[in-house]
C-alpha cells in the first residue's frame, strides 16, 4: 500500500515563504502524478498544482504566479514552494499521488494526511 507523508507546514507571517514536501513509500509501485491540494475550514478542498513524472505541471490559477510545485521522481517526492503568503493561504495542505501498485495489481491514488499551513498577518 503506498503511502505519502507531507512535511514543512509551520506557522509564518505574511510575505514570507514555505516549502513542503511528500514523499511515497511503499513495496512495489510507481508514480505517474503528484500534486498539492488545500483545504481551508469550512471550504472544499482546492487543487493548487500537479506535475507528472516527466516534469509537466499544472497550476490553480490563483497560484500560479506565487507557487511552484516540482518533483524528484527517483525520489517519489514531490515539493511545493510558495512564496509571498498571505492569511488567506492559511490551510491543510495536502498531497495527492497517483500510479500504479505492482504488489496489488492495481491503479492508485492516494493522500497524505495534511500538513498545517497558518499565515499571521
Excluded at 497550476?59 to 509571498?84: C, G, Q
Excluded at 501498485?101 to 495534511?114: E, V
Aim: charged content about 10%; proline content about 3%.
Amino acid at each position: 500500500q503506498v503511502q505519502l507523508v507531507e512535511s514543512g507546514g509551520g506557522l509564518v507571517q505574511a510575505g514570507d515563504s514555505l516549502r513542503l514536501s511528500c514523499v511515497a513509500s511503499g513495496p512495489s509501485f510507481s508514480i505517474s502524478v503528484m500534486g498539492w491540494y488545500r483545504q481551508a475550514p469550512g471550504k472544499q478542498r482546492d487543487m493548487l498544482a500537479t506535475i507528472s513524472t516527466s516534469g509537466a505541471a499544472n497550476y490553480a490559477h490563483s497560484v500560479k504566479d506565487r507557487f511552484t510545485i516540482s518533483i524528484n521522481s527517483p525520489k517519489n517526492t514531490v515539493y511545493l514552494e510558495m512564496n509571498n503568503l498571505s492569511p488567506a493561504d492559511t490551510a491543510v495542505y495536502y498531497c495527492n499521488a497517483g500510479g500504479n501498485d505492482y504488489m496489488q495489481q492495481i491503479n492508485f491514488n492516494t493522500w497524505g494526511q495534511g500538513t498545517q499551513v497558518t499565515v499571521s498577518s
